[in-house]
């Protein structure tokens, strides 16, 4: 998740473009650059970037000024190579410039042939071989088509990908495409100073609603071509012309950064299709394998028959690790332990050398967390680490790091960063189970097509938000509350409680179903609502049962229950219905209405849902 810019018209580019990436600096913030054409230099396009923030780009800038009135502009949110300047975009090859956002998932494979064919590389990231093989189709054709080139180029690229490209030659051209990342075109002042046209590209309105507020939304496979002439939209295969039409914006620019959502909360619940769908691609190999070559030098047999598996991690991140111990244990037979980080290093833990300790954090900067994993490695473990940001502390720390791709967080209530934790712990599961023999190929292939569908299967359950707003607005009043679940819905329970007393600073507690008889069944009263996860699975009728016991104590239900369930309606006074998946992923589906259902709660009652009192994004202090 990057943030992108691009500008043509008769304007100087780069005060644009700065303006621009720093309202787009929530989708990334680790390095930064532009682009800029200006025909009185030699070779025409100047290239300037940084690590770090937009801030420190604006400053070089500001130091050593740049004309030019065409150019393209990137923030970084890192996925390939670490946070860098090498690695910053834009990325040159020869003549050409790109910037990108999103995967390419055969970039290994697209890099060794072009450096076969006598290609460099500069930098450790995806995107340069698409300004490679760009330049490489551009030259080869020799026409001066730099649209047929970027047609050419992308027909090799696989995964996701938003787009902006300039070349030398076309000092008032940008080509722009976009499969499976989002991009639109901005429609300036026809007016403009000289009687120029203008024009946008950008990957969110938020970067060019000073300017503009009409737009064309481009849609996949669409590749544009932006200058004085205008703006033509063609499909990238057959490479015929088509017609987007313009739509107006009347957001303000603080509800832009947003898409149009009350909160980032909010926006980042509904982003997490796309967030899990990044987090699959470049691992999901063939229809029962995996690429966890990061794993390479573990010897999971080894594991399983002598060692364990501890998991260090604090808050949202100790539940997605609680899910982990049951996925690994049921589907890998790797004996698994889990550890609240802040306690691991003073119970004196018992850690032996070959076992491996996986700590998992959003940030990477979590100093129990961190703290936990210097322990272990210093009594012998293996480190490996789940994280979101890349080259973070903990991930620089580990001997092995598997990254997720949620993009930033920017609201403190973790959503996107606890799906995709799920997502890559079910994934290790499976890799594991196929590693030690103990996940039969057909059942992996199964758990494997269900993952691909997740994506969907989640965009449903964003459909009935109306719904949960009114369940919400029901119970908005309550002070207490209970949340249940049993096996893998437990963690998602704990979740479910934690993020409505996160933002909403409601008393909630979250609790295995069958511990409901040994004390929590003593809150229970007509006011207190017991949020209940009711999916179908081995552990369906049991879960029944508990909610007879809720019932007969006058307690009132929400039930989170799968869709077709005939039952549920006869023991529930509220039913969210999610579609049917298996029973092992079932985490990742059923923690999205429990989200939706705390933002709800906590935006009827007026609180601060995106900066709750008293809570930092990342704890970085023990």
């Known amino acids: 998740m990057c943030g992108i810019i691009g500008y043509t018209g008769a304007r100087l580019a780069a005060p644009l473009l700065v303006e621009g990436l720093r309202r787009l600096e929530y989708r990334g913030y680790d390095s930064a650059g532009?682009?800029?054409?200006?025909p009185s230099r030699n070779p025409p396009m100047v290239l300037t970037r940084c690590e770090g923030k937009i801030a420190a780009l604006a400053a070089k800038?500001?130091?050593?000024?740049?004309?030019?009135?065409?150019?393209?502009?990137?923030?970084?949110?890192?996925?390939?190579?670490?946070?860098?300047?090498?690695?910053?975009?834009?990325?040159?090859?020869?003549?050409?410039?790109?910037?990108?956002?999103?995967?390419?998932?055969?970039?290994a494979k697209q890099r060794a042939a072009l450096q076969a064919r006598g290609r460099s590389f500069s930098s450790e990231t995806d995107t340069e071989i698409i300004a490679h093989l760009i330049d490489e189709r551009y030259a080869a054709?020799?026409?001066?088509?730099?649209?047929?080139?970027?047609?050419?180029?992308?027909?090799?690229?696989?995964?996701?990908?938003?787009?902006?490209?300039?070349?030398?030659?076309?000092?008032?051209?940008?080509?722009?495409?976009?499969?499976?990342?989002?991009?639109?075109?901005?429609?300036?002042?026809?007016?403009?100073?000289?009687?120029?046209?203008?024009?946008?590209?950008?990957s969110d309105v938020a970067a060019i609603l000073e300017h503009t507020r009409t737009v064309i939304d481009l849609d996949d496979g669409d590749i544009v071509r932006v200058g004085p002439e205008g703006i033509e939209v063609h499909l990238d295969a057959a490479g015929e012309a088509v017609t987007r039409r313009p739509r107006h914006i009347d957001w303000s620019p603080l509800a832009a950064e947003k898409q149009g959502f009350k909160h980032f909360m909010l926006k980042e619940i509904f982003e997490q299709p796309r967030a899990v769908r990044d987090t699959l691609i470049g691992r999901l190999r063939g229809a029962e394998e995996l690429d966890f070559g990061e794993l390479a030098g573990v010897d999971l047999p080894e594991l399983a028959a002598h060692h364990k598996l501890t998991i260090v991690a604090c808050g949202t991140s100790w539940h997605a690790a609680l899910a982990?111990?049951?996925?690994?244990?049921?589907?890998?037979?790797?004996?698994?332990?889990?550890?609240?980080?802040?306690?691991?290093?003073?119970?004196?833990?018992?850690?032996?050398?070959?076992?491996?300790?996986?700590?998992?954090?959003?940030?990477?900067?979590?100093?129990?967390?961190?703290?936990?994993?210097?322990?272990?490695?210093?009594?012998?473990?293996?480190?490996l680490a789940?994280?979101?940001?890349?080259?973070?502390?903990?991930?620089?720390?580990?001997?092995?790091?598997?990254?997720?791709?949620?993009?930033?967080?920017?609201?403190?209530?973790?959503?996107?960063?606890?799906?995709?934790?799920?997502?890559?712990?079910?994934?290790?599961?499976?890799h594991l189970g196929r590693g030690t023999g103990a996940l039969a190929p057909e059942r992996a292939h199964a758990l494997l097509e269900g993952l691909r569908e997740m994506p969907v299967a989640i965009d449903a359950v964003l459909g009935v938000q109306s719904a949960i707003k009114i369940i919400a607005r029901r119970w908005v009043s309550a002070r207490d509350w209970l949340y249940l679940g049993r096996g893998l819905s437990f963690p998602v329970a704990l979740e479910g409680a934690l993020?409505?007393?996160?933002?909403?600073?409601?008393?909630?507690?979250?609790y295995a179903s069958g511990e409901l008889k040994?004390?929590?069944?003593?809150?229970?009263?007509?006011?207190?609502?017991?949020?209940?996860?009711?999916?179908?699975?081995?552990?369906?009728?049991?879960?029944?049962?508990?909610?007879?016991?809720?019932?007969?104590?006058?307690?009132?239900?929400i039930a989170v229950a799968t869709a077709g369930d005939e039952r549920i309606g006869d023991v529930a006074d509220d039913v969210i219905l999610v579609p049917k998946v298996d029973p092992f992923l079932q985490p990742i589906l059923?923690?999205?209405?429990?989200?939706?259902?705390?933002?709800?709660?906590?935006?009827?009652?007026?609180?601060?849902?995106d900066q709750p009192r008293n809570l930092a994004k990342s704890v970085t202090v023990e």
């Open 61 to 107: 800038l500001e130091a050593e000024p740049l004309s030019g009135t065409t150019g393209i502009g990137h923030t970084r949110w890192a996925t390939h190579g670490r946070p860098c300047e090498a690695n910053a975009h834009p990325h040159r090859a020869g003549r050409v410039c790109v910037v990108h956002n999103g995967i390419i998932e055969n970039h």
């Open 34 to 38: 532009v682009a800029l054409i200006d």
């Open 324 to 383: 982990g111990k049951y996925l690994i244990e049921q589907l890998a037979r790797v004996p698994v332990e889990v550890d609240l980080a802040s306690e691991f290093r003073y119970r004196v833990p018992i850690v032996r050398g070959g076992d491996l300790v996986l700590a998992i954090s959003q940030s990477g900067e979590t100093a129990d967390t961190k703290a936990a994993l210097e322990e272990a490695q210093r009594l012998g473990a293996k480190g």
């Open 499 to 510: 993020k409505l007393k996160e933002i909403s600073y409601v008393h909630a507690e979250g």
């Open 518 to 557: 040994h004390g929590p069944i003593a809150l229970i009263d007509e006011g207190v609502p017991v949020v209940v996860l009711a999916l179908e699975g081995p552990a369906y009728d049991k879960t029944l049962s508990n909610l007879e016991e809720v019932r007969s104590r006058g307690g009132k239900i």
């Open 141 to 202: 054709a020799g026409d001066g088509d730099l649209l047929a080139a970027v047609r050419s180029a992308l027909a090799e690229l696989e995964g996701a990908y938003a787009i902006c490209v300039v070349h030398d030659e076309h000092p008032r051209q940008l080509v722009a495409a976009r499969h499976a990342s989002p991009l639109l075109v901005g429609l300036g002042d026809r007016d403009a100073p000289a009687g120029e046209p203008e024009s946008f590209v950008a």
């Open 590 to 609: 059923a923690s999205v209405p429990l989200q939706l259902l705390a933002y709800h709660v906590a935006d009827i009652k007026g609180t601060d849902v």
């Open 386 to 430: 789940i994280c979101n940001v890349v080259d973070s502390s903990i991930a620089r720390l580990a001997d092995h790091v598997l990254y997720t791709h949620a993009g930033p967080e920017i609201s403190v209530a973790s959503t996107k960063a606890f799906t995709t934790q799920l997502t890559m712990l079910t994934m290790l599961a499976i």
